[in-house]
């Protein structure tokens, strides 16, 4: 398999400057109310050489730069670039996993099988969405998802990295250990505690030290990660697909009743959304932010889609009080998203 990872840099931004294009050369945040309780959505390359950075709080990143121009975004506006950006690229690699609005894998062995024709064909990728779109991209090109995922963040903005067959644990093994898709704090911590601090000292771990270390499943699963071995396939279907809704509030919220109001407009919206596009969603995910910016999500996925607002926020009231359950406080923010998106045409065939 020869597959690219495509990253549009700095997506929301790079749209608000397409649009305005007095906004070219001057740090940009697109977020929220830097005098609320806003968080920075996405920066510009501008604005991150002053450590601006997704998930900040805007406030901070005013703070950090006085200067910065702040602009609420525009979901719609972004999903129409997005949509043309998809389309171009599939015109010239058709087997796409589309993992975001702004990110995706592309299938290059099945158009160019040798790495050289692959590598070149992922360069005509990133020429034409600039032609098409006037947007720049990253890409990294590799035998497997996660070494093309690491390998497109190398070059930003606008560069492309190619790792060749036999060389994928080398080039991962002096990257930190959080850069590995999977690694997350807990994982971080137990594996720096023991000395360990890069890729490479993951990838080298005996399996009597990583069961210690890591039990069970995820322990092999990021030690071969850790090695450049990665089998997943593209999945091309919609199930990556989600749409959600959120609101971050004025002050921090505790009271039980209020989120759960707020989950159940918030489904009302996404039940909206759902009967527009004509589809059904398998999958519910609650989202919580705390005060102190820690993010915690519970998910649920049922055996027939749903478009139902009633169903919807009776799910993420249920995960919220998991989630509340495992960790209490007063909440930040609280949002509600849905994935594994299917046509209703589609639902119809199958039953």
Not at 21 to 45: F, I, K, Q, S
Not at 98 to 109: S, T
Not at 287 to 311: H, M, N, Q, W
Request: glycine share 8%.
């Amino acid at each position: 398999m020869i597959v690219a990872h495509l990253d549009l840099d700095a997506f929301f931004a790079a749209v608000e400057e397409l649009e305005t294009p007095e906004l070219r050369g001057v740090p940009l945040v697109v977020g929220g109310d830097p005098h609320g309780r806003g968080v920075v959505a996405t920066a510009n390359y501008v604005a991150r050489t002053f450590g601006i950075r997704s998930a900040m709080s805007c406030a901070e990143a005013l703070r950090r730069c006085p200067e910065v121009t702040f602009v609420r975004p525009r979901m719609q506006l972004y999903r129409e670039y997005s949509r043309e950006v998809w389309t171009t690229v599939r015109e010239v690699v058709p087997t796409v996993e589309q993992a975001g609005i702004d990110e995706g894998y592309l299938d290059l062995g099945q158009v160019a099988p040798a790495f050289d024709d692959a590598r070149a064909l992922a360069d005509a990728v990133r020429a034409v969405i600039r032609a098409r779109t006037r947007l720049s991209c990253s890409l990294g090109v590799a035998s497997s998802k996660v070494v093309a995922k690491i390998a497109s963040d190398r070059r930003k903005p606008g560069g492309l990295t190619a790792v060749r067959p036999g060389s994928e644990a080398s080039f991962l093994a002096p990257f930190a250990l959080r850069v590995l898709p999977g690694v997350g704090p807990r994982a971080e911590e137990r594996l720096t505690a023991a000395g360990l601090e890069t890729i490479g000292d993951l990838a080298a771990l005996d399996d009597q030290t990583l069961r210690a270390l890591l039990p069970g499943k995820v322990g092999a699963l990021l030690r071969d990660r850790a090695r450049g071995v990665d089998p997943r396939p593209l999945e091309v279907s919609t199930e990556r697909i989600s749409i959600s809704q959120e609101e971050t509030f004025a002050r921090d919220v505790g009271d039980l009743e209020r989120l759960h109001d707020e989950l159940r407009q918030m489904a009302i919206r996404l039940a909206e959304l759902l009967r527009e596009r004509e589809q059904t969603a398998r999958t519910v995910t609650t989202k919580l932010r705390y005060p102190d910016f820690s993010i915690r999500t519970r998910s649920t996925s049922l055996p027939v889609g749903i478009d139902d607002a009633e169903r919807i926020g009776e799910l993420a009231c249920s995960l919220l009080d998991r989630a509340l359950k495992d960790r209490p406080g007063p909440l930040r923010l609280v949002g509600v998203g849905v994935s594994g998106l299917t046509e209703h045409a589609q639902l119809q065939l199958t039953v």
